[in-house]
C-alpha cells in the first residue's frame, strides 16, 4: 500500500460554520499529508470563524465562498468545481447545513456543489448534543443517509458550549482514515482481528507498578488501518491515552494476565492476531496491600518478580491458530535478535523496530524491519505510524493470499 494513500484524490472540502470550523484547518493539512489534492468551500458562516486565507495558505489553492463570484462564474465555475472533485466532504456539517441538504435546498455555493456534482457525499456532524439529539436532526439524517450520503461520526466528549456529550466533529485524523477506508483496497474484508496495543501495568502495592514506555500509537494505528482493510477488528489496550478508534471494538486491560486472558478469548476464531502490544516480562510475585512506606535513611527495598506467561507464544501454538503478527523491540543487532524471535515463536511476521533516544516509544513516526519465514524481508522507512500501520497491513494481507487463505 502506498504512503500517500489519497495520492492523486481531488477532494472538494465544504466547512460550515460552528466552532468546529476551527479543527478543519488542521483537517486540510491531514489530508494533504496523505496525498490529497484539496480545494475549499467556506460558508458565510464558516468564514466568520476562519478565514480564506488560511485556508488557501494550507491548501494551496484558491478558496470560494460566495455562488455569486463574477470571475469564477464567468465559465461556469461553480459546475467545473463539482466536476472537479473525486471526493465531497463537508466537516464540519452544521445542524443547518444538514437540514438545508436533506431538502435538497441550493441558495449558497456549497449546498449547489453538493446538488451538481457526481462524487461521493461525506459529512462529518458537529453541534451542540441537543440538536444532534432533535428529533429533526436524527430524520434529516435518515434521509441523507437513505440518498447514500456518509456521516462520520460525531464524537462524543466535552463541547465549546460547556456541555458533554455526542456531538463533536470526529478528529481530522480518523476523518482522514474514514475517507481512506472508503476508497481503500479491503483487502481484510469479512476477517476478524485481534491487536494487542500499549504496555502492561504490574503492579508492587496500591500506588507503584512496574512498567514501560510503550504509549500504544503503534498497536492502535494497526488497529485503525486494519479496520480501514475492511476487517471486523477488536484492540484489547493496555492502560493508554488514547481514543477508541472509530469502528473498532475495544477491551481495556492493565496487567499481564489480565491481558492474556482477554486476548485468548479474542483470538479464538480470528483469522488474524497482531502482538504490537509490550507486555512485560515479568510481574511481583506478591503485590502488597497496602503502599510500602519508608522505614528511614539508608532504607531499601527488595522484589522478587516471577515471569509473565508469554501470550505471543501461547497464540501461536495454539492448535487453530490465527495468522500471527509479533514485534519486536531492540536496542542492538535488530535483524538477528528478530530473525531468532520469529524462528523460536513460530510466527508468520514480525515487525521490528529499534528503541532507544528518539526511537520507538512515545514517538509519533517510526521505522519497521518486517520478517517472515523463508528469509523473507521488507524495510520499511521511517514514517508516521498509521502510514507504516497500512504497509503492515498490507503485507499481512499479501502474504495470507500467497498462503491461499
Known amino acids: 500500500m502506498t504512503a500517500v494513500p489519497l495520492a492523486g484524490v481531488r477532494v472538494l472540502l465544504g466547512v460550515s460554520g460552528g466552532i468546529a470550523a476551527c ?13 490529497a489534492e484539496v480545494r475549499v468551500v467556506l460558508t458565510p458562516n464558516a468564514a466568520r470563524f476562519v478565514t480564506p486565507l488560511t485556508f488557501q495558505a494550507l491548501s494551496g489553492q484558491p478558496v470560494r465562498s460566495d455562488l455569486w463570484d463574477e470571475s469564477a462564474e464567468a465559465g461556469m465555475g461553480h459546475i467545473e468545481l463539482a466536476r472537479w472533485a473525486d471526493e465531497m466532504l463537508i466537516a464540519p456539517a452544521s445542524a443547518d447545513l444538514i437540514a438545508r441538504l436533506a431538502h435538497g435546498l441550493a441558495d449558497d455555493l456549497l449546498t449547489t456543489l453538493c446538488l451538481a456534482t457526481e462524487a461521493p457525499l461525506r459529512i462529518a456532524p458537529a453541534m451542540n448534543r441537543q440538536m444532534w439529539a432533535h428529533p429533526a436532526t436524527r430524520a434529516n439524517l435518515a434521509t441523507l443517509r437513505e440518498r447514500g450520503v456518509a456521516v462520520i461520526g460525531p464524537a462524543s466528549g466535552a463541547q465549546a458550549c460547556g456541555e458533554t456529550g455526542e456531538g463533536r466533529l470526529q478528529e481530522p485524523l480518523d476523518i482522514v482514515s474514514a475517507l481512506i477506508a472508503a476508497r481503500a483496497p479491503r483487502v481484510l474484508a469479512g476477517l476478524r482481528v485481534v491487536v494487542s496495543a500499549g504496555p502492561t501495568f504490574e503492579d508492587i502495592d496500591p500506588v507503584r507498578f512496574v512498567g514501560n514506555r510503550s504509549s500504544g500509537r503503534m498497536g492502535f494505528a494497526v488497529a485503525v488501518a486494519a479496520a480501514e482493510a475492511g476487517a471486523d477488528v477488536t484492540l484489547v489496550a493496555g492502560p493508554v491515552a488514547l481514543p477508541t478508534p472509530a469502528g473498532v471494538r475495544r477491551i481495556d486491560v492493565r496487567n499481564a494476565l489480565q491481558m ?38 539508608g532504607d531499601t527495598l527488595e522484589i522478587s518478580l516471577v515471569q509473565n506467561p508469554d501470550i505471543l507464544a501461547e497464540v501461536a501454538a495454539l492448535p487453530v491458530r490465527p495468522f500471527t503478527v509479533g514485534f519486536a523491540a531492540e536496542t542492538e543487532d535488530l535483524e538477528t535478535h528478530a530473525r531468532a524471535k520469529l524462528e523460536r515463536k513460530r510466527l508468520d511476521l514480525l515487525a521490528a523496530n529499534r528503541v532507544g533516544e528518539g526511537l520507538g516509544f512515545e514517538q509519533t513516526d517510526n521505522e519497521l524491519l518486517l520478517l517472515w519465514p523463508g528469509g523473507g524481508r521488507e524495510a520499511l522507512p521511517r514514517a508516521d505510524k498509521r502510514v507504516l500501520a497500512r504497509m503492515l497491513v498490507a503485507r499481512i494481507a499479501a502474504l495470507r493470499a500467497a498462503r491461499g487463505e
Not at 23 to 35: E, S, Y
Not at 270 to 286: H, Q
Open 260 to 297: 492474556r486472558e482477554a486476548v485468548l478469548a479474542a483470538a479464538d476464531g480470528a483469522d488474524i492476531y497482531v502482538g504490537a502490544a509490550a507486555v512485560a516480562d515479568f510481574r511481583p510475585r506478591e503485590v502488597a496491600p497496602q503502599k510500602r512506606k519508608k522505614r528511614g535513611a
Open 23 to 35: 479543527k478543519a484547518a488542521d483537517l486540510v493539512r491531514r489530508l494533504r499529508d496523505a496525498g
